[in-house]
T-cell receptor, first 115, second 112 residues
Framework: NAGVTQTPKFRVLKTGQSMTLLCAQDMNHEYMYWYRQDPGMGLRLIHYSVGEGTTAKGEVPDGYNVSRLKKQNFLLGLESAAPSQTSVYFC??????????????FGQGTRLTVV | GENVEQHPSTLSVQEGDSAVIKCTYSDSASNYFPWYKQELGKRPQLIIDIRSNVGEKKDQRIAVTLNKTAKHFSLHITETQPEDSAVYFCAASNTGFQKLVFGTGTRLLVSP
């Protein structure tokens, strides 16, 4: 049972390049999230998904796209990377029981630098 | 949408002292309030959480209190130890929105 796994762990991109971050969870969780973490700004929600085939925008969605074609995977895409997207990206998953929230489990993070 | 404010941004205490971190939230419909601990270079991990039908919850040296009327909740750590040094995040969630909104974090430093 690996929990939440992110690929890759580190990446350096040139401005204008594109890339996809992969998040995989093996806990059969319904909800999945992508956050970015910047110094002094906490964890800000980029996009999230409440089930296979559904996605929604979070607080800072501009410049990112997501897809959830399979329940266990949540992909985050950067179409044209900008230096402002230099950050640490965290994926998380969660589920509810009887309508009650439960713990969100985080991946190990991806450190992305855009030069 | 929900907005969570967290104070202080940094907190330095001596080993054995108590530490208190406070958060306020804006959406009165929020009903789940977790606290996460993040050690340097690691992922955030849940340390305690509280739901809106409870005013206080305790787990050994850690406790969380919730005041729904004032829309604020606090993390209390007693008998702090150097290994408590980390960044702590509060968060709030509304089941209807199915997403978690985080505060900006508190860097806690416990000196021996």
């Amino acid at each position: 049972n690996a929990g939440v796994t992110q690929t890759p762990k580190f990446r350096v991109l040139k401005t204008g390049q594109s890339m996809t971050l992969l998040c995989a969870q093996d806990m059969n969780h319904e909800y999945m999230y992508w956050y970015r973490q910047d110094p002094g700004m906490g964890l800000r929600l980029i996009h999230y998904s409440v089930g296979e085939g559904t996605t929604a925008k979070g607080e800072v969605p501009d410049g990112y796209n997501v897809s959830r074609l399979k329940k266990q995977n949540f992909l985050l895409g950067l179409e044209s990377a900008a230096p402002s997207q230099t950050s640490v990206y965290f994926c998380a998953s969660s589920y509810s029981v009887g309508g009650e929230w439960t713990e969100a489990f985080f991946g190990q993070g991806t450190r992305l630098t855009v030069v | 949408g929900e907005n969570v404010e967290q104070h202080p941004s940094t907190l330095s205490v001596q080993e054995g002292d108590s530490a208190v971190i406070k958060c306020t939230y804006s959406d009165s419909a929020s009903n789940y309030f977790p606290w996460y601990k993040q050690e340097l270079g690691k992922r955030p991990q849940l340390i305690i959480d509280i739901r809106s039908n409870v005013g206080e919850k305790k787990d050994q040296r850690i406790a969380v209190t919730l005041n729904k009327t004032a829309k604020h909740f606090s993390l209390h750590i007693t008998e702090t130890q150097p290994e408590d040094s980390a960044v702590y995040f509060c968060a709030a969630s509304n089941t209807g929105f199915q997403k978690l909104v985080f505060g900006t974090g508190t860097r806690l430093l416990v000196s021996p």
